[in-house]
C-alpha cells in the first residue's frame, strides 16, 4: 500500500514561493498518477495540479495555472508543486494523493480518483 508524506508548508507573505514535495514510499509510485489537494478553512477539498505517472503531462486548476507548477522525479519517488505569486486565498492546507489506478489514461481532478493520501502540510499566505 502507497504512503505519502507531504512537506515545504509555512508562513509566506503574498506574492512569495513554496516548494512542496510529496514523498511516496511502495513499489507502484512509477505507474500513478499524483495529485495535489488543498482545503482552505471552511471549505472543501478542491483540485490544484496532478502530474501523469509517465511525467509527460499534467493538468491545473484554472487559479493556479501559471503560477504553480508540478515535477515529479520517480528516481526519489517525489512529486514537487513549485508555488509562485502566493496569494492570500491559496491559505490552505495541501494534500497529495496517488490514483487509485495504476498507469491511467488521462488525469483525473476529482478526489475519488486518488486513494492514498497523505496527512496535509498546512500554507499560509499573510497579505
Known amino acids: 500500500q502507497e504512503q505519502l508524506v507531504e512537506s515545504g508548508g509555512g508562513l509566506v507573505q503574498a506574492g512569495g514561493s513554496l516548494r512542496l514535495s510529496c514523498v511516496v514510499s511502495?513499489?507502484?509510485?512509477?505507474?500513478?498518477?499524483v495529485g495535489w489537494f488543498r482545503q482552505g478553512p471552511g471549505k472543501e477539498r478542491e483540485f490544484v495540479a496532478a502530474?501523469?505517472?509517465?511525467?509527460?503531462?499534467?493538468n491545473f486548476a484554472g487559479s493556479v495555472k501559471g503560477r504553480f507548477t508540478i515535477s515529479r522525479d520517480n528516481a526519489l519517488n517525489t512529486v514537487y508543486l513549485q508555488m509562485s505569486s502566493l496569494r492570500p486565498e491559496d491559505t490552505a492546507v495541501y494534500y497529495c494523493?496517488?490514483?487509485?489506478?495504476?498507469?491511467?489514461?488521462?488525469?483525473?481532478?476529482?478526489?475519488?480518483?486518488?486513494?492514498?493520501w497523505g496527512q496535509g502540510t498546512q500554507v499560509t499566505v499573510s497579505s
Open positions: 511502495g513499489e507502484t509510485f512509477r505507474t500513478r498518477n
Open positions: 494523493g496517488a490514483d487509485r489506478l495504476r498507469m491511467r489514461v488521462g488525469i483525473p481532478t476529482s478526489s475519488g480518483a486518488y486513494a492514498y
Open positions: 502530474i501523469q505517472w509517465s511525467g509527460s503531462s499534467s
